[in-house]
């Protein structure tokens, strides 16, 4: 399997047959990501003045939340030719929700994931080492160190980044910006809601890092024909509750390392036993 590219696209030639495809353009993953979160700060303000109950709240948080974390990490790997204009891709970039005022920032995290895919060779992934890659805490601990560095991802970056002087100053600009926001919540609406809000984005940062650093990295899974394996049933089950590029982005994770810039929602055109 060899890929070949060209201004327009890329070709990967599997025996005599090449497939192109064209990397997602970084300004509509923007664009997708602005409307995701926009939507959720909808629903979070929805839920503080009561309109919704916290276990509908949770539900379509999680589904849209989920979404934007997949939508975060695709953009990494788009087409960075095409760009929005400068003050829009700023605030596309820093909008989120931000729950405490270390969150990771998008600079971070895409530093890091490029860190993450430079040290994995097709179906050979590294081992424990933090410092050149961050993120292998997450899929090389062992699986209570993976579980505990996931349920507590925010912390455990933050003390790498000051550990090893990489705070970006995105961080400081989230924390001017946002703990004014969440003590303005917590004024109108009170701290039980603002500690929903709270657990609900954790909940999504946790299972999203467990599941994409950790699960779909086992050997079981980290191959390529697994969506093959997987019954038909529980497919379409993902599919509509987390949608079309979280699904996929799981199912085919080999095929995205080997080809990384291949757009979740053709993953499965490259998998030669898909």
Same mark, same amino acid.
């Given at each position: !399997?060899?890929? +070949?590219?060209t *201004?327009?696209?890329?070709?990967?030639?599997?025996?005599?047959?090449?497939?192109f495809?064209?990397?997602?353009?970084?300004?509509?993953?923007?664009?997708? =990501?602005? #409307?995701?979160?926009?939507?959720?700060?909808?629903?979070? %303000?929805l839920?503080?003045?009561? &309109? $919704?109950?916290?276990?509908?709240?949770?539900? $379509?948080?999680? !589904? $849209?939340?989920?979404?934007?974390?997949v939508?975060?990490?695709?953009?990494?790997?788009?087409?960075?030719?095409? /760009?929005l204009? @400068?003050?829009l *891709?700023?605030?596309?970039?820093? #909008?989120a %929700?931000?729950?405490?005022?270390?969150d990771?920032?998008?600079?971070s995290?895409k +530093?890091?994931?490029?860190?993450?895919?430079?040290t994995?060779?097709h179906?050979?992934?590294?081992?424990?080492?933090?410092?050149?890659?961050?993120?292998?805490? &997450?899929?090389?601990?062992g699986f209570?160190?993976?579980l505990?560095?996931?349920l507590?991802?925010?912390?455990?970056?933050?003390?790498?980044?000051?550990?090893?002087?990489?705070?970006?100053?995105?961080?400081?600009? +989230?924390?001017?910006i946002?703990?004014?926001?969440?003590l303005?919540?917590i004024?109108?609406? @009170?701290?039980?809601k603002?500690?929903?809000?709270?657990?609900?984005?954790?909940?999504?940062g946790?299972?999203?890092?467990?599941v994409?650093?950790?699960?779909?990295?086992?050997?079981v =899974?980290?191959?390529?024909?697994?969506?093959?394996?997987l019954?038909?049933?529980?497919?379409?089950?993902?599919?509509?509750?987390?949608?079309? +590029?979280?699904?996929?982005?799981? =199912?085919?994770?080999?095929?995205h390392?080997?080809?990384?810039a291949?757009?979740s929602?053709?993953?499965? /055109?490259?998998?030669?036993?898909?």
């Open positions: !399997m060899n890929a +070949r590219n *201004e327009s696209g890329h070709f990967v030639q599997f025996g005599d047959k090449q497939i495809y064209r990397p997602e353009a970084k300004s509509s993953i923007d664009l997708e =990501i602005l #409307f995701l979160n926009t939507v959720l700060y909808v629903l979070i %303000v839920y503080g003045f009561g &309109y $919704l109950q916290w276990p509908v709240f949770l539900l $379509l948080f999680y !589904m $849209l939340a989920a979404r934007a974390f939508a975060n990490h695709d953009r990494t790997h788009a087409d960075h030719r095409s /760009r204009p @400068g003050w *891709e700023a605030i596309a970039e820093g #909008f %929700v931000v729950v405490t005022p270390w990771e920032p998008y600079d995290v +530093r890091k994931h490029l860190k993450h895919h430079a994995h060779v179906e050979v992934s590294p081992g424990l080492d933090p410092e050149s890659d961050p993120h292998s805490l &997450y899929e090389s601990g209570l160190g993976s505990l560095a996931c507590f991802y925010e912390e455990v970056q933050l003390f790498l980044d000051i550990k090893y002087g990489r705070l970006s100053r995105h961080r400081f600009y +989230r924390l001017l946002y703990p004014p926001l969440q303005a919540f004024w109108a609406f @009170g701290f039980e603002y500690l929903v809000v709270f657990l609900a984005m954790r909940l999504v946790f299972t999203s890092w467990f994409f650093s950790w699960l779909v990295h086992q050997p =899974i980290y191959r390529f024909g697994f969506s093959k394996r019954p038909g049933f529980l497919k379409w089950f993902f599919y509509l509750i987390l949608g079309r +590029r979280v699904t996929e982005a799981c =199912i085919y994770h080999l095929v390392h080997t080809w990384p291949i757009p929602r053709e993953l499965y /055109r490259f998998d030669p036993y898909g």
